[in-house]
Structures are given as C-alpha cells and as structure tokens.
C-alpha cells in the first residue's frame, strides 16, 4: 500500500490519523482484530 501525501483525503478520513504516531498503530491492532474476528466468525 503506498501513501501519497494527500491532506484534505486524509483530514477528511481521520483528523488524527497523521498528528499522532501511535495512530497507525492503533488502527494496525484494530484491522488485524477485525480480521480475526472475521476469521473465527466464519
């Protein structure tokens, strides 16, 4: 996935997503919990 600097998508989206590092973090663990919910769910 490549990120291109695009301020008005990403301030659209996520107004913290790029003023805080952990940021990527939390939204990292929350898309990998969603997929194993996914995974057990099925």
């Known amino acids: 996935m490549r ?5 008005e998508k990403a301030t659209k989206k ?3 997503f790029n003023n805080s590092p952990k ?7 929350i898309t990998a919990s969603v997929e194993l919910i996914k995974h057990f769910l099925k």
């Open 23 to 29: 940021a990527l973090v939390i939204s990292t663990v």
């Open 3 to 7: 990120r291109r600097k695009k301020p």
């Open 14 to 16: 996520e107004p913290w």
